[in-house]
């Protein structure tokens, strides 16, 4: 697929910093103080970043973006509403086609924020509602109404993101599947989106000396779903090879130099180890020619 064909949805993070204060990596920064420095780094140097990276990216072709794992650890509604009011207006002066996310339960200084970029740049929105907001339709339909009644916004120019993150099971996904298809007026909204992920935390299933398959439980239980008679079928989104739950802890740990190959119904893993980069190479040349799964 090229990248007309797909809509990413970047969740803004707060950047990496050294875990030590000197180069033997002896002194070790306490939690307070990598935050701190986390925080600086991201107001004085990202946000003027992160427009730039879109560009150079994705053009401008349409990107979702999202806040919600912004944090300075206490009172994180400023830093969000901060954040929308710095990258929004950047990237969309330069042209770029930016559609903000919303989740459901924000605070209302984050609804306005929002609300005050949809009418300037008139990209309309993108509203993510999660598991827990599956479980009683008629509360979610409530919730629902009041935020278009909010922002003044007609179901016309709204995106509705459902992302059940890692649910696997397919009775439970079907459960939480079939409660997304019971949003009111369903057919008005401009898109529904329905995204799930099945790639696991880490590869400790898989086998260092022999290529293992995954099975892609958020394409299969979506393809089960789509084949049976649904309101209206909804764009399918995944995780790719990532796991849905973001750690921040996991920024600091060593990538294994392993090869996770999508194929139709599952991942081709070839797992390798911490800075074995030579592995990278040979086991890309096994996947070509050898594996019977290269797509080209």
Same mark, same amino acid.
């Given at each position: 697929?090229?990248?007309? *064909?797909?809509?990413?949805?970047?969740?803004?993070v707060?950047?990496?910093?050294?875990?030590?204060?000197?180069?033997?990596?002896? =002194?070790?920064?306490?939690?307070?103080?990598? @935050?701190?420095?986390?925080? $600086?780094?991201?107001?004085?140097q990202?946000?003027?970043?992160?427009?730039?990276? =879109?560009?150079?990216?994705?053009?401008?072709?349409? +990107?979702?973006?999202?806040?919600?794992?912004?944090h300075?650890?206490?009172?994180?509604?400023? &830093?969000?509403?901060e954040?929308?009011?710095?990258i929004?207006?950047?990237?969309?002066?330069?042209?770029?086609?930016?559609?903000p +996310?919303?989740? #459901?339960?924000?605070?209302?200084?984050i609804?306005?924020?929002?609300?005050? +970029?949809?009418?300037?740049?008139?990209?309309?929105?993108?509203v993510?509602?999660?598991?827990?907001?599956?479980?009683?339709? *008629?509360?979610?339909?409530g919730?629902?109404?009041?935020? @278009?009644s909010?922002m003044g916004?007609?179901?016309?120019?709204?995106?509705?993101?459902?992302?059940?993150?890692?649910?696997q099971?397919?009775?439970?996904?079907?459960?939480?599947f079939?409660?997304?298809?019971q949003?009111?007026?369903?057919?008005?909204?401009?898109?529904?989106?329905?995204?799930?992920?099945?790639?696991?935390? *880490?590869?400790?299933?898989?086998? &260092?000396?022999?290529?293992?398959?995954?099975?892609?439980?958020?394409? @299969?239980?979506?393809?089960r779903?789509?084949? $049976?008679?649904?309101?209206?079928?909804?764009?399918?989104a *995944?995780?790719?090879?990532?796991?849905? #739950?973001?750690?921040?802890?996991?920024?600091?740990?060593?990538?294994?130099?392993?090869?996770k %190959?999508?194929?139709?119904?599952?991942?081709?893993?070839m797992?390798?180890?911490?800075?074995g980069?030579?592995?990278? @190479?040979?086991?890309? $040349? #096994?996947?070509?020619?050898?594996?019977?799964?290269? %797509?080209?």
């Amino acid at each position: 697929g090229s990248k007309e *064909d797909v809509t990413p949805l970047i969740e803004v993070v707060l950047p990496m910093v050294p875990r030590f204060k000197d180069k033997e990596q002896k =002194i070790k920064k306490t939690d307070e103080e990598m @935050l701190s420095e986390m925080v $600086k780094k991201y107001k004085e140097q990202r946000t003027k970043e992160i427009p730039e990276e =879109i560009r150079n990216f994705w053009g401008n072709n349409p +990107v979702y973006l999202d806040f919600s794992l912004i944090h300075n650890g206490r009172e994180t509604t400023a &830093l969000k509403v901060e954040s929308i009011n710095a990258i929004i207006p950047a990237a969309s002066e330069v042209g770029l086609h930016i559609i903000p +996310v919303v989740n #459901l339960n924000d605070e209302i200084q984050i609804w306005n924020a929002i609300r005050l +970029v949809c009418e300037k740049y008139k990209r309309g929105i993108c509203v993510r509602i999660g598991v827990s907001d599956l479980v009683h339709t *008629d509360k979610l339909n409530g919730k629902v109404e009041t935020f @278009l009644s909010e922002m003044g916004l007609a179901a016309a120019n709204v995106d509705i993101l459902i992302d059940i993150k890692n649910i696997q099971g397919s009775e439970e996904y079907a459960t939480l599947f079939n409660s997304g298809q019971q949003v009111n007026d369903i057919e008005k909204w401009r898109n529904i989106i329905f995204a799930s992920g099945a790639f696991p935390v *880490d590869l400790s299933q898989c086998k &260092l000396d022999d290529p293992t398959t995954l099975p892609r439980h958020d394409w @299969l239980n979506w393809k089960r779903q789509i084949s $049976k008679k649904i309101n209206r079928k909804p764009t399918y989104a *995944d995780y790719t090879i990532r796991t849905p #739950l973001f750690d921040e802890s996991l920024q600091f740990h060593h990538a294994t130099t392993s090869i996770k %190959y999508t194929i139709d119904e599952g991942w081709y893993v070839m797992k390798g180890i911490k800075h074995g980069y030579s592995l990278f @190479l040979a086991n890309a $040349k #096994l996947l070509v020619e050898n594996s019977g799964h290269f %797509y080209g």
